[in-house]
């Protein structure tokens, strides 16, 4: 897919907060000193704040750590609202598309600017990120038992990247100028390291370094990191692993850590919630499903929905359901089974160590086909439970084997989707069989990834050859390809061809 516009900075003077920075671009990276440190900036009309209510410590708008130096919560970027011009209807952003020669309307993360108000126009960085549709699948619907018309499918393979990471990319690669970033890193299970090496390629703003599990990504996906040229440091462990050494790396190099744990990636994915909305002519859903991996998403969806409903441009809540893979529970162990709620900001912490206490010693690491959510160890789980408070949320979690059915039914009624995304479809048909989502509610599952992002995997589940059925699937508990699609073996003749068309056609 072509990269349409390039909105990004030139050198020039640029005002963050109270504090003014130099941006250079084409100047050497310079280790701890390359990320310029700020200030408490509880003043200014944007900051960014502990997310725990009894900490609520505030730190400037510059500022990269990312964790509150007071009390090691996650941090929320804040808006004085009263301080910023904010449309009186969500009606009004459909103006925006009569002016799509501005790179900053054509963005699909962009065109919502003064609802994640923390950059000046001038300084967001656009690679044509978030034009990706909400799809009607009838088909599906049928699949999950839901009436005609009430299934949705948004599709986010469609960014540039092929994943919903753009949007939130885009958000951080902006903030990651602001501050003057030179290198940009991130641990990743294959598509925030691609999004990020896009972002870098396709802008030469600056450096990617992905950390990545080895043999835990996808080929689709490491063939990005490595063709659009990002520093790609594979460990001897998985995600969470990886993501352990990223903070620890980025932190003591001072470079710009792009995971989801970034406050301002989670303002770009925000606005997948402000598509579907628009997509549904402003009417709420009465679910969003979404696949769980770190949680970004949801916590970004429910911030989304929270500052709708606090600026009175929206009257009810969807709910919201976050479907794990079952070999990567963690998120439904935790709120499902253990009880765990956000407990105005303060989750039972003798829950959380007792569970990576468990995984640890019973040596239990995160496996699932849908390879992009196998993670044990969420960063943003807190900011998860939040979410799930302010919107009635469930959690489930599905096997290996539903998610490449599902997938499979997501590919046969349209748009196709990578296995992580597939779980939302698979979880949302969960959700209806034990009768918590009604066979008339109006259902969005996020699709996610692109369905190339991971042919492998597609590819096993339709071939007719049980060797490598079993070589990919069998040794993950997947039994039978319910819904295969096999290709047809001919000999090179004519006449055998015809024979076949008319027999299998
Ligand atoms: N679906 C896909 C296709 C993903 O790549 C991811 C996360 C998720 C779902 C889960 O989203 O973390 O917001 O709960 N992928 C990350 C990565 C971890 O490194 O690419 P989440």
Redesign the pocket.
Known sequence: MGIPFLGQCAPRKLNVGNSHFLFQPGSPATGAAEIAHGHLASMDAVFQRCIRPACSATYGVDETAFVCGRCGGLLDVAYDWSRLEVPKSLRAFEAKWAERANPLHFSGVWRFRELLPFAQPEHVLTIGEGQTILQRADGVARYVGLEPGQLFLQY?GLNPSG???DNGMTAAFTHARMVGARRAA??????????LAVFCSATGLMRALVFIGSGKISYG?LAQALDHGALTVQIAGD?DDAMQRVQQVASKLGIYLV??INPFRLEG?KTIMFRVLEALHWEMPDWIV???????????FGKAFAELADLGLIDRLPRLA?INAAGADTFYQLYEKAGLRWNQGEPDEKLIDGHYRRLDAEHIRATTI?S??E?NR?V?LPK?LRALEKCGGVVRQVTDQDILDAKAKVGAGGLG??P??A?SVAGAKKLRQEGVIGPADRVVC?L??HQL?DPTATVAYHTADQKAFDEVLGQRGVRRATFANRAVQVPNELDEIIKAIEVYG
């Open positions: 986010e994943s919903f990471k991130c641990a990743s299970t294959g598509n925030t390291s691609a999004s996906k995600f995971n989801s994915q979404v696949p769980g991996g770190n949680l970004g998403n949801v916590s970004a976050v849908a992009a959510i993670i969420p943003n998860a989707c990578e992580a995304s779980a996020i996610t990834g992002k």
